[in-house]
């Protein structure tokens, strides 16, 4: 147990829905990023939040947005889903630069 | 901007033989320097860091890598590959400013160990 926490593991679900991907922290960190990894792409930044205020945006589409709430859990939603949005997404914690991350086990989304 | 570049998507050692990951940074400040390890349906998990002190930096599971200012690399070795090694790596930057914090990957080496 890495100390971050994804919720849920596996998604699947239809073209045109939402959905909403879940992650807590590392206890102690501040940071929280989202990471997208697929076959194609890689892994992708999306997105870091600090202490609950947006630090980062990497290419993270409209369709998509997230949230870091007053206890440091973090929200990703996902909406008018597309095949192509299907892939792996991580959530990962840091306590400051050059820490490193804790990555979460991660969220296997199937959009079909 | 920050990058890193992974030479070699695959690498196929012996077990017993010498590991080694190639990994070439640019970054416009002295970088922060990161190893993770992939095992199949996981998360990434840290390895190793190099954050401005010793240049030889040692890991977790026998692993080291050792910060090249003049080659701008940071090779990930290990003396003796063992079955359980067989993984994907990423190697990442980050560094500071608008990019303090934010880790950039390279596409990441899947090494293979062969019995």
């Known amino acids: 147990d890495s100390g971050v926490t994804q919720t849920p593991k596996h998604l699947i679900t239809a073209t045109g829905q939402r959905v909403t991907l879940r992650c807590s922290p590392r206890s102690g960190d501040l940071s929280v990023y989202w990471y997208q990894q697929s076959l194609d792409q890689g892994l992708q930044f999306l997105i870091q939040?600090?202490?609950?205020?947006?630090?980062a945006k990497g290419n993270i589409l409209e369709r998509f947005s997230a949230q870091q709430f007053p206890d440091l859990h973090s929200e990703l939603n996902l909406s008018s889903l597309e095949l192509g949005d299907s892939a792996l997404y991580f959530c990962?914690?840091?306590?400051?630069?050059?820490?490193?991350?804790?990555f979460g086990s991660g969220t296997r989304l199937t959009v079909v | 901007a920050q990058s890193v570049t992974q030479l070699g998507s695959h690498v196929s050692v012996s077990e017993g033989a010498l590991v080694l990951l190639r990994c070439n940074y640019s970054s416009s400040v002295p970088p922060y320097l990161f190893w993770y390890v992939q095992y199949p349906n996981q998360g990434l998990q840290l390895l190793l860091k190099?954050?401005?002190?010793?240049?030889l930096v040692k890991g977790i599971n026998g692993f080291e890598a050792e910060f090249k200012k003049s080659e701008t690399s940071f090779h990930l070795t290990k003396p003796s590959a063992h079955m359980s090694d067989a993984a994907e790596y990423f190697c990442?930057?980050?560094?500071?400013?608008?990019?303090?914090?934010?880790?950039?990957f390279g596409d990441g080496t899947t090494l293979t160990v062969k019995p």
């Open positions: 990962a914690s840091s306590e400051g630069r050059g820490g490193g991350y804790t």
């Open positions: 190099y954050t401005s002190a010793a240049t």
């Open positions: 990442a930057v980050s560094g500071s400013g608008t990019n303090a914090g934010k880790s950039t």
């Open positions: 939040y600090y202490n609950g205020e947006e630090r």
